[in-house]
């Protein structure tokens, strides 16, 4: 049998002492930032004021760019989103568990933008002039246009530091037969492929 001498572990910082040694905010977001990809519109649609009172206005469709998605499983069909603990978003599917994601392709860069600005304007004003269809299966708006669609339902809620990771389980997925390429974000930007 062989001897190891006892191996200690570096001491763990204190949840006050903030990150671990030798990371900063700046040289994580830096690392990241050299990971590309995909781009998605992640919409929903608020509950009725009053859903018992069919004459009561239908609530507000809410959108939000998302460039934390990804596909968990094939069997069930899953998929996972990173929303900002506290955001719009975030709070409404804590709310309501039906959502939908639009895959948005290079030329719809201007959508990714529109819902990703801070302090924006009423996302009502910002679903004004984009064409959209109604999910059957979620009733989120599903922009026209997008290399493909999901409707999803929340499965499970996950905390995960300043975000909250949303796992839902596919409805539907759609492939419109849209041209062009996806949508891709690196370094901080929107690019093209190619």
């Given amino acids: 049998m062989l001897n190891h001498p006892p191996v200690t572990l570096p001491a763990q910082p204190s949840p006050a002492a903030g990150h671990p040694v030798g990371v900063t905010d ?22 009725a004021l009053d859903p018992d009172d069919p004459m009561a206005p239908a ?21 996972l989103v990173g929303l900002r603990e506290g955001s719009r978003m975030d709070d409404l599917l804590a709310e309501q568990p039906l959502w939908g994601v639009s895959v948005l392709s290079e030329s719809q860069r201007h959508i990714a933008g529109r819902f990703a600005m801070k302090g924006r304007i009423s996302d009502r004003l ?9 999910g059957e299966a979620s009733g989120a708006p599903l922009v026209g246009g997008a290399l493909a669609t999901l409707e999803c339902r929340t499965e499970q809620r996950v905390p995960a530091g300043d975000h909250t990771l ?19 974000y690196f370094r901080g930007r929107y690019r093209h492929l190619g």
């Fill in 126 to 134: 910002l679903f004004e002039d984009l064409p959209c269809t109604r």
């Fill in 59 to 79: 609530g507000e469709d809410v959108g939000m760019t998302a460039t934390a998605f990804m596909s968990v499983s094939l069997d069930p069909p899953l998929v």
């Fill in 26 to 47: 700046d040289e994580f977001r830096a690392a990241m930032s050299r990971l590309a990809s995909g781009v998605v519109l992640v919409t929903a649609q608020e509950p």
């Fill in 166 to 184: 949303v796992v839902g389980r596919v409805l539907s997925a759609r492939v419109p037969g849209a041209d062009g390429g996806p949508l891709a």
